[in-house]
């Protein structure tokens, strides 16, 4: 799987968009980026992922460039509940196991 | 709640102690993960089953660790002889083995200490 690399922390004011970057400049073709977040004191709980293209859920958007050595997850109107660890893995396509998580970027999102 | 029971949530015990630690993952799901989480580290993936079988064993994963689970159901992590290094977080999630389910669903974990 794909080394990530992501900022230790960030700060984002709630209601602002919270982008949060990952280089993954190593992808290989057949790798997915996916995004978690871990709350204190919570289990990982999934976000999105993408493999080329942009995608969008209820929760966050994900920007991958075209030349998929980057990514920025987005989180639209951050709120308080947002504060948390996320995490940028990526992970080979089929291989429904064993997420391999970095340090993450802990997000704090203030009033 | 996302459906991933865990027990306990938290156990302390001595050095040399055995422990056991018990996953209920989401009914119908087939896979069932184990991982271990140190204080300011990303969860370390330890073990993983499809169904009963135990299909990959982490390097970290030593002699004293072992995961089980029958019947395809619950899993059972135990730690024999604990060290104090074993202290962390204990995570457990399960999937679905499916073409398009990508999502793992996490338990809330067992924090182990050993003292």
């Known amino acids: 799987d794909a080394k990530t690399t992501q900022p230790t922390s960030m700060d984002c004011a709630e209601g602002r968009a919270a982008n949060l970057p990952c280089n993954h400049s190593?992808?290989?073709?057949?790798?997915?980026v996916y995004w978690y977040r871990q709350i204190h004191s919570q289990g990982p709980q999934y976000i999105i992922h993408?493999?080329?293209n942009n995608e969008t859920n209820e929760m966050a958007s994900l920007i991958i460039t075209e030349d998929r050595k980057s990514s920025t997850l987005i989180l639209p109107h951050a709120t308080l509940r947002d504060t948390a660890v996320y995490y940028c893995?990526?992970?080979?396509?089929?291989?429904?196991?064993?997420?391999?998580f970095g340090k993450g970027t802990l997000l704090t999102v203030n009033p | 709640d996302t459906g991933v029971s865990q027990n306990p949530r938290h156990k302390i015990t001595k050095r040399g102690q055995n422990v056991t630690f018990r996953c209920d993952p989401i009914?119908?799901?087939?896979?069932l993960y184990w991982y271990r989480q140190t204080l300011g580290q990303g969860p370390e993936f330890l073990t993983y089953f499809q169904n009963e079988a135990q299909l990959e064993k982490s390097r970290l994963l030593s002699d004293r660790f072992s995961a089980e689970r029958p019947k395809g159901s619950f899993s059972t992590l135990e730690i024999q002889r604990t060290e104090q290094g074993d202290s962390a977080m204990y995570l457990c999630a399960s999937s679905l083995r499916e073409e398009n389910s990508y999502e793992q669903y996490f338990g809330p974990g067992t924090r182990l200490t050993v003292t």
């Open positions: 893995i990526g992970r080979s396509g089929g291989s429904n196991y064993k997420l391999t």
């Open positions: 993408g493999l080329k």
């Open positions: 190593t992808i290989s073709g057949n790798e997915y």
């Open positions: 009914s119908e799901h087939n896979r």
